[in-house]
């Protein structure tokens, strides 16, 4: 199965319009040549960071959470160095059985998690 591509899932989600997607394609091409879509979308002021979050959240069929809602107990925080979360921009936010639950600025750098 084809991933879907974020400009449709913005547009699905009714956070863009399909013309300022393929505007903001054509820009990727140009100067602009190896930003990522989202980041031209928020320059041109078409949707915003949290609307492109939940899009590429969606896309990789994660979760997307507002870090501000959540009560971290501190043994979850010291679970991860401060150095390490400032370096793979990661914040750990519970700890399940077996595994530490992260939020993660890019949740496709697979090395930081």
Do not use: W
Request: net charge neutral.
């Amino acid at each position: 199965m084809a991933k879907r591509k974020l400009g449709q899932i913005l547009i699905e989600m009714g956070y863009v319009t399909q013309a300022e997607v393929d505007t903001a394609l054509e820009e990727q091409q140009g100067p602009e040549k190896g930003t990522k879509l989202g980041s031209i979308l928020v320059d041109n002021k078409a949707c915003d960071d949290e609307q492109v979050a939940k899009a590429l959240a969606h896309q990789s069929g994660l979760k997307y959470c507002q870090i501000s809602k959540f009560q971290i107990p501190p043994a979850v925080i010291s679970a991860v160095s401060r150095d390490v979360a400032v370096e793979h921009t990661i914040i750990p936010l519970k700890k399940g059985k077996r595994a530490l639950i992260v939020a993660s600025e890019d949740p496709l750098d697979f090395f930081a998690l």
